[in-house]
């Protein structure tokens, strides 16, 4: 068995509101192996985000240890944890978070950039993932221009921009319609096994999560398998 490429260990985190202490992961805990792309279920409000941020190291737990392939993350510092997210990890939303004022091309460059890779090398990546997703022709069309899943397949081509090692998505297609869930859906399962992408996607909807390799459910603060 391969080597996990996401490890959740005893999670923990509570938050304080109006004097009330309320514990929304009580320990909660799973793998991810490379090439596997597991559902994450459970009701609004369970601490679906709550995890996937964490996960993400966008956030810290009160307890408990993240590791990204080898690496345990909790002790690291911010810009170690920056450092780490910018090489391995890769997030899609909801709702897609694409700049405006940038066309698609550029806004699939913008992470490349950032991390160090040159303008030149950044947009043959981009073109080239823009292409497996179907949008070659879309590329220089900022998001206004763009249908919902046109902008949903360039938010996914930039979460893989700097070629992560783990797919976090957090409801993915949950603002779009049936249809073109469909299409984002098989955009992401095909391009996420090619490139070996541990996935983990948090869905309210039962019938993309029984076509993933595994269903985890965020119950009572912990994850329990299906």
Do not use: W
């Amino acid at each position: 068995m391969s080597d996990p490429a996401l490890s959740l260990d005893g999670l923990k985190r509570v938050f304080v509101q109006g004097g009330n202490r309320i514990e929304v992961l009580r320990g909660a805990s799973l793998r991810l192996t490379p090439g596997e792309l597991v559902a994450l279920v459970g009701p609004s409000g369970a601490g679906k985000s709550t995890l996937l941020h964490i996960a993400g190291l966008l956030e810290r737990a009160d307890a408990g240890e993240v590791s990204i392939g080898p690496l345990a993350c909790g002790s690291m510092s911010d810009s170690e944890r920056t450092a780490l997210r910018r090489r391995h990890l890769g997030f899609v939303y909801q709702f897609h978070h694409l700049l405006p004022e940038f066309s698609a091309i550029e806004n699939v460059m913008l992470p490349q950039m950032i991390a160090g890779r040159t303008r030149a090398d950044a947009k043959t990546r981009a073109r080239e993932l823009l292409a497996s997703l179907g949008l070659a022709e879309r590329e220089s069309y900022r998001p206004a221009r763009l249908s919902g899943g046109e902008q949903q397949r360039v938010a996914f081509a930039r979460a893989l921009a700097n070629g992560p090692s783990v797919l976090l998505a957090d409801e993915p297609t949950g603002n779009l319609d049936p249809a073109t869930a469909e299409v984002v859906f098989k955009s992401m399962v095909r391009i996420a096994k090619a490139a070996g992408l541990a996935a983990l996607v948090a869905t309210h909807n039962p019938d993309l999560a029984r076509r993933m390799d595994r269903t985890l459910t965020l119950r009572d603060g912990i994850v329990v398998a299906d």
